[in-house]
């Protein structure tokens, strides 16, 4: 691999907000109107990667299709995403409506987003900012929509071709994944086979990234407080209460009034939620994804970095773990 020329990296290039790209999406399309309709999807199996593309016309009658088998170094959403682009170039000369159709939300959301992507999905936005006449469109997997399911059939098709027919460059998040498989092996590698630590050992046999433990003894043998131990209502509702209601909300949109709401309509699925998380010692992925929004600052530059206060916007129910995992270790 040639680092520099491998790698899917970002562009350098600073656009100001107002240069951003978003490219919207609708759900519950109508999928009998008569326009081109074009589906998509993407698969991996046996650690080979496909996507598959099949175009129908006004009459619902199939005009051509495409099962594309790319590099094994692809994920789903890069199928996924490689499908969509596909198909874009492939119509986007055509003036009449069109509906690219996939059941991939996290890509979809990933073209409505402005904030730092692969460069598979700058290219799709670029395309489709001034090709306005293709929508694209949500629609569910597995249940029964004949386009996407012949599209998943492609996709699943061209995992099984001997011939790469394209070669995709090396994500920032696959380069991120190689790195921690390798520091996992090795140090379960050392942690095994080192002679230190073997009560420890028989605790924790696996090396892990993920793993929390806070249920400690003092020196009398009596346990401390655990942070681990089960979160109670009355944990959850003082620092719903003690909050600042003017607080912006984080990328979900749920503000800590509709939390408020949700909350004391139906407690316990909410306290069962902020158990599970302790008890396995996972903080969802959902809660940690964060929003930035440029701030200008005022008679300032605007074309300039430097010009801009950035803000970073976090789920509200992150922030309520957060504080709960925080005040127990300071009474730890």
Request: charged share 25%; hydrophobic share 40%.
């Given at each position: 691999?040639?680092?520099?020329?491998?790698?899917?990296?970002?562009s350098?290039?600073?656009?100001?907000?107002?240069?951003l790209?978003?490219?919207?999406?609708?759900?519950?399309?109508?999928?009998n109107?008569?326009?081109?309709?074009?589906?998509?999807?993407?698969?991996?199996?046996?650690?080979?990667?496909?996507?598959?593309?099949?175009?129908?016309?006004?009459?619902?009658?199939?005009?051509?299709?495409l099962?594309?088998?790319?590099?094994?170094?692809?994920?789903?959403?890069?199928?996924?995403?490689?499908?969509?682009?596909?198909?874009?170039?492939?119509?986007?000369?055509?003036?009449?409506?069109?509906l690219?159709?996939?059941?991939?939300?996290?890509?979809?959301?990933?073209?409505?987003?402005?904030g730092?992507?692969?460069?598979?999905?700058?290219?799709?936005?670029?395309?489709?900012?001034?090709?306005?006449?293709?929508?694209?469109?949500?629609?569910?997997?597995?249940?029964?929509?004949?386009?996407?399911?012949?599209a998943?059939?492609?996709?699943?098709?061209?995992?099984r071709?001997?011939?790469?027919?394209?070669?995709?460059?090396?994500?920032?998040?696959?380069?991120?994944?190689?790195?921690?498989?390798?520091?996992?092996?090795?140090?379960?590698?050392?942690?095994?086979?080192?002679?230190?630590?073997?009560?420890t050992?028989?605790?924790?046999?696996e090396?892990s990234?993920?793993?929390?433990?806070?249920?400690?003894?003092?020196?009398?043998?009596?346990?401390?407080?655990?942070?681990?131990?089960?979160?109670?209502?009355?944990?959850?509702e003082?620092?719903?209460m003690?909050?600042?209601?003017?607080?912006?909300?984080?990328?979900?949109?749920l503000?800590?009034?509709?939390?408020?709401?949700?909350?004391?309509?139906?407690k316990?699925?909410?306290?069962?939620?902020m158990?599970?998380?302790?008890r396995?010692?996972?903080?969802?992925?959902?809660?940690?994804?964060?929003?930035?929004?440029?701030?200008?600052?005022?008679?300032?530059?605007?074309?300039?970095?430097?010009?801009?206060?950035?803000?970073?916007?976090?789920?509200?129910?992150?922030?309520?773990?957060?504080?709960?995992?925080?005040?127990?270790?300071?009474?730890?």
């Open positions: 691999m040639t680092l520099h020329k491998d790698l899917d990296l970002p350098k290039d600073f656009n100001p907000p107002w240069l790209i978003s490219i919207p999406w609708q759900m519950d399309l109508d999928l109107r008569r326009v081109l309709k074009i589906f998509t999807d993407g698969s991996k199996l046996n650690e080979r990667v496909g996507c598959g593309i099949v175009c129908f016309d006004e009459m619902n009658q199939e005009i051509w299709s099962s594309h088998r790319l590099s094994d170094n692809s994920s789903v959403f890069i199928a996924e995403a490689f499908a969509i682009l596909f198909a874009v170039k492939r119509v986007y000369q055509l003036a009449q409506e069109i690219i159709l996939s059941d991939s939300r996290s890509v979809l959301m990933a073209l409505e987003s402005v730092e992507q692969t460069s598979l999905i700058e290219v799709i936005k670029s395309i489709l900012k001034d090709h306005r006449n293709i929508k694209l469109g949500s629609v569910k997997a597995h249940i029964g929509i004949s386009g996407n399911e012949k998943d059939l492609l996709a699943k098709e061209a995992t071709k001997e011939q790469i027919d394209t070669h995709i460059k090396y994500s920032k998040t696959w380069l991120k994944n190689c790195f921690n498989t390798y520091i996992i092996r090795n140090w379960q590698s050392r942690w095994e086979n080192s002679k230190n630590a073997r009560y050992f028989g605790l924790f046999t090396a990234f993920n793993r929390c433990f806070g249920d400690f003894l003092n020196p009398n043998g009596t346990r401390c407080f655990s942070y681990s131990s089960k979160v109670t209502a009355l944990e959850i003082r620092i719903l003690s909050s600042s209601m003017d607080k912006a909300p984080g990328p979900d949109g503000t800590l009034g509709i939390i408020k709401e949700l909350y004391f309509s139906n316990d699925p909410f306290i069962d939620i158990n599970v998380s302790l396995n010692g996972n903080f969802p992925t959902s809660w940690k994804e964060e929003k930035v929004i440029l701030i200008p600052k005022e008679g300032k530059d605007l074309q300039r970095v430097t010009s801009y206060r950035p803000i970073c916007l976090l789920s509200t129910w992150g922030k309520i773990l957060d504080k709960i995992i925080t005040q127990r270790l300071q009474r730890i």
